[in-house]
């Protein structure tokens, strides 16, 4: 097995797509795509859901593009099904609109220093904020981690590295919870 290999998989990746596949195999049927929605969504009638082993939060701006597909790529190495996570505002984690009724451990991720200031009540900057667990300002038991918005990353890849390093530390606090 190769180092890169090895690699990878420390870090939770178990399943990547070359950049030099095409577009077309991120729409095929077992690809995730990206659906920015609220936790009041209700699935359909006919579909079969597996209970989530644990739910993520993201907040941030909405990302476009390139953002867009990093952010699949998240979801995809973080190998989570669609109950499992939901995108929300960061004025949303002020509001009562958070998914109360999940009953497995729950990490919140803030995309961007803003994000996380506003979901959290801190004043530091997002260096400061990074690597540290905080709490969810509306709810003390959901811890939250820091990271770089994912616009800003598409033009600064080199922080790509900080950002799986965050969310191994997420990945971390869900397996010890």
Known sequence: MSTHTDFLREMGVTEWISRDSSVSQLTQPNSVKMQ???ASETPMDNEVKASPKAFWMFFGSEPKGDAQQLF?????ALGLNRDEWVWKSPNDAHNKNLPTEINVPMVAMAFGGPAAQTITGERDPLPQLR???LALHAEEDIPVVATF???QLVGKPIDKALLWQDL???KSVLQNS
């Open 36 to 38: 920015i929605s609220t």
């Open 72 to 76: 699949q790529n998240i979801i995809r």
């Open 131 to 133: 690597e540290t667990i």
């Open 149 to 151: 918005d994912l616009n």
């Open 168 to 170: 191994l530390l997420a």
